[in-house]
Structure formats: C-alpha cells, structure tokens
C-alpha cells in the first residue's frame, strides 16, 4: 500500500467505471446526514464515509489521530496536524476499503453509521477560510482581457510576466456547491452617460477556476521559497469567481475588483490532496523573461486538470460551454505561494488561494463569458435557441473538473450554483 496511485487498486465498496473517486483519490470534506452534527468524510464511488465514526468504532487506532478532530463543521482542526497526519490517514483508508480487506468489509458494513449515499447527504463548507488571495495567472486570459479593455500591442501590463499579479478578496462570501447567488447590485457607467447608475449587474459572469488550501501555518515576517512551498499545501478544490463586470469596469481603478467579486464564489465540497494528484504533474508553460529567484523551482507544480463549463436555463439541459486545462497556467501554485508571502505575509492553515481565470489558447477553452462571448460581440447560442452573452437570472453555472489516463480518474466532483434575480 505504499502506492496509494497504482491504477489497479480496488475497493470492496462499489464505484461505477469513470467515477471522480476511486481509491486512489480519497479526498476530504464536511457532511451532515439529517439534522446531525457535520463530520469530516471522505467519498469512494457514490459512498461517503463518515471519519469521526470510522474512528469512534476504532477503525483508526493506532494513527495517532484523536477522532474528536472529525467532529467539527470544518476541516480546519485535521488539516492542521500536518502532512504526516493527512498521508497516513490515506493510507489507512486505502487498506480499509481495499478490495482484498475482507475483515473490514464485513465489519464495516455491519455498522448503520459509517456509510452514507452520497445522494442522501449535505455537503458543507469543507474549510474555515480565514483568508482569500485571487490570483491572475492564466497567460491567455490576462492577454485576451488585455486586448479587450487596451491595446492589443501592448495586452499585458508591464509587470505581468515578472510577478504573479493577484488580490485580497473576501472570504466571508465563499460558498460551497448547491449554494444559490443573487444577482449583486451596484453603480455602474454605461458607454453612453457621463454619470454613473445604480442596479442590478447587466454583465454577470463566471470564471472557471481552482483553488489550494493551506494546511501549515507561518510567523509573520517569514517567507515559503517554493521548493518548501507545496508542504504548505493541502489540497485543491474548484473554484468559481462570480464577477459582475459591468460594476468591475467601473470601480476597479485604482485599487482593482471591489463588489464586483465580493457578492459570492462557490467551491466544491472536496477537497483532492496533491498526492491524489502526483501521477498528473506536467511542465507548466516556458516563463520569459527569467524570474527572480525567489521565483525560481525545479520541478513540475502544473497539473493535467481538464475543466469544464455548462450552463443550464431554467428547464432545460446542461450545455457546455467551454473546456480547458489547468496545466495551461503561466504562475504555478508554488510560485503563488512564494509570492504571497516573499514579503513577511503570514499564512493560516484554511486559507485559500485561487487560480485565476484557467483559459487555453483556443476559444472554446476561454474560462469566462467575457472571453467566450468576446465582450458580448460574439454570443452564445444554447440549446433552446436563446443566446448569452452574460449569465441570465434563473441560470446554473456548472463546473467539473478531473484527471485522467489510462486506467486512472481522479475526480473533483463538480461545483453549482443558480443565479437568483437581484433582491
């Protein structure tokens, strides 16, 4: 069992042929069964297993792991324990539900309060986010944005290839999937007023993201080098920003995005581990200039993550709307972490820092309406012969996100949410 990504790893506990989870990913969230206090998890095929009473029945003797940090309504208290903990547990899970644990199976499925279909639970919030970085790391997107809103020549601004350009945003408006969004309310100025007004957003807009969650924490005036950097990491999760661009054209000089990114983005409810996702590790794009050092890592940090966008009127079928892939990032996850905190800034176990926009180089791989639609000079045609060029109310924004090779899936799962019509 010291390969928990050997493809042909089983389980006794059924998964259907393509599922995000399989034995080798075993990712980590917080459920509630009824009205029941939330737990900790983790999820095999359509089963999600409940880890506080995995260990209460002394399934998880022996790691060490006090079972009490799997009764919170966050994974925060488990993430902290560290990389040892996080690894072992997996391990311990894989010789649990391995197809040749025979003992376990029985014993395990003798219990009424392990074992739960997915279908009949709630997902929660899998983590306390204390605080939120967005980054802007997608060369393509900020080159496609750049060539929009200034001139083609000049796309990206000046500081762009030298650093990983991002954001603090607002973490008290992080959402987990399922979690409806109202439209949000602000000023904007239309093309043709000297003067701004006042509604609702006429631009609303997704972008197609992923997250990492710290899971070590750092005193204030140190710094993470990214050699070091993807031991402060948990996991990744997928992310989508909601903008409202109309609100963001208007009020982001000086100081960038303001309420046109603070009113809602949601994740998925399981978080997948970096060691889940070792055996799709591939070069990230060649960086030129040469970074400074501080920058500078060795290694592979992209993942082969592809992505996917549908949107589904109210009534009608998902449609994809765009497909891209994580590996095209310009700014790797360990350069972001190296950055954020280059200067001293101090890091929290749960916090979160997104991706930016994932956009490739083809228009159908573009992450945002704004690119897909092309500032709305090139609309979307849906299946019911409606058009979009931005999110309508009544809407859902679906994600889904996954790896694959022969003989192996690991899955994110997928993140929701439907636009509700401004209070």
């Known amino acids: 069992m010291d390969n928990l990504n050997d493809q042909h790893l089983k389980s006794w506990l059924p998964s259907e042929a393509g599922s995000d989870f399989p034995i080798q990913n075993l990712p980590f969230g917080i459920f509630r069964k009824g009205v029941s206090s939330p737990h900790a998890a983790t999820r095999l095929g359509n089963t999600v297993i409940d880890l506080f009473a995995l260990a209460e029945h002394g399934f998880l003797d022996g790691l060490g792991i006090d079972p009490g940090v799997f009764n919170y309504s966050s994974l925060n208290p488990f993430i902290e324990l560290g990389k040892p903990y996080w690894r072992s547990l997996r391990k311990q899970l894989a010789l649990l539900f391995g197809s040749d644990n025979t003992e376990a199976c029985g014993r395990i499925g003798s219990t009424n309060d392990i074992l739960y279909n997915a279908a009949a639970v709630q997902m929660l919030m899998p983590v306390k986010v204390g605080d939120y970085t967005d980054f802007y790391s997608s060369l393509e997107h900020a080159t496609n944005v750049g060539c929009m809103f200034r001139d083609p020549a000049n796309a990206l601004l000046p500081n762009w290839k030298h650093l990983p350009v991002g954001y603090h945003g607002r973490s008290s408006s992080i959402v987990v999937s399922g ?91 399981w978080i997948v581990t970096l060691d889940a996702l070792e055996p799709f590790r591939v070069p990230g794009p060649a960086q030129d200039p040469e970074v400074l050092p501080y920058l500078r890592f060795s290694g592979s940090h992209n993942f082969d993550i592809q992505m996917e966008v549908f949107i589904q009127a109210e009534g009608q079928t998902e449609f994809r709307v765009c497909s891209s892939n994580y590996k095209y990032m310009y700014w790797n996850l360990a350069q972001q972490l190296a950055h954020q905190t280059v200067n001293g800034c101090n890091i929290r176990v749960g916090d979160m820092y997104a991706s930016g926009t994932v956009s490739g180089p083809t228009p159908g791989s573009y992450g945002s309406m704004l690119e897909l639609a092309w500032k709305g000079t090139k609309p979307i045609k849906m299946p019911d012969g409606s058009e979009r060029s931005f999110i309508n109310d009544n809407d859902s924004v679906i994600m889904k996100g996954y790896c694959e090779k022969p003989g192996l899936r690991i899955g994110f799962g997928e993140v929701a949410t439907k636009i509700l019509p401004a209070l």
């Open 179 to 269: 979690t409806a969004i109202h439209r949000p309310k602000g000023q904007t100025k239309p093309p043709d007023s000297d003067t701004p007004v006042f509604g609702p957003s006429k631009e609303l807009d997704f972008e197609l993201e992923l997250a990492f969650i710290t899971g070590k924490k750092t005193a204030l005036g140190t710094s993470v080098s990214t050699a070091d950097a993807e031991d402060h990491i948990f996991g990744m999760l997928l992310f989508n920003d909601l903008s409202a661009r109309d609100i963001q054209r208007w009020e982001y000089v000086p100081l960038g995005p303001f309420l046109s990114k603070n009113f809602g983005s949601v994740v998925s409810p």
